[in-house]
């Protein structure tokens, strides 16, 4: 089932269960998803956008989030903070599984060893290596100063 199918699926449940908090999330990700292929069909692909972009569109509806409920709890708004941790819970039930410390680090050595990167200057193509492989699956901004230890340790 594709992640288009499961978030559709998940909508229509949450409205046959009148979860109004999950209902109001998942129509959120269904109309930012709505809005990039209106975007992408303005470029010529009739098709809309893939999963990859799909799953690109709800890691930065999470990071959005975070960033939102941090700002939040500083400004002693619990109860917003509440409420968009709980919208991340519901985006992140449609996203793969976060990789660990160990995970990272060994697909990073990989993306070294598959790109041929001996130096800083090969940042760019490890990053987009990982990124084709790990969509939603790891934090790029956390992974970036990862990759510039490795390429500096060489």
């Known amino acids: 089932m594709t992640l288009r ?3 559709n699926t998940a909508l229509k449940q949450a409205m046959r269960d009148r979860a109004a908090a999950r209902l109001s999330t998942l129509r959120l990700i269904s109309a930012a998803i ?3 292929d209106i975007a992408a069909r303005g470029e010529g692909k009739e098709e809309g956008v893939g999963e990859d972009e799909v799953l690109a569109i709800l890691s930065k509806m999470v990071k959005q989030r975070q960033e939102s409920a941090r700002t939040y709890e500083e400004g002693g708004r619990l109860d917003l903070a509440e409420r968009e941790l709980s919208e991340i819970t519901v985006i992140e039930e449609f996203l793969p599984k976060q990789l660990d ?3 990272i ?3 990073i050595d990989a993306a070294v060893a598959e790109t041929g ?3 800083i200057r090969d940042m760019g193509k490890i990053m987009g290596a990982l990124k084709s492989k ?3 699956q790891m934090d790029f901004g956390q ?3 990862m990759v510039k230890d490795r390429l500096s340790a060489m």
């Open 5 to 7: 199918n499961e978030i």
């Open 34 to 36: 709505k809005d990039r």
């Open 101 to 103: 410390e160990k995970e």
């Open 105 to 107: 680090a060994a697909a």
């Open 117 to 119: 990167a001996s130096s």
């Open 134 to 136: 790990y969509t939603g």
């Open 143 to 145: 992974v970036g100063p």
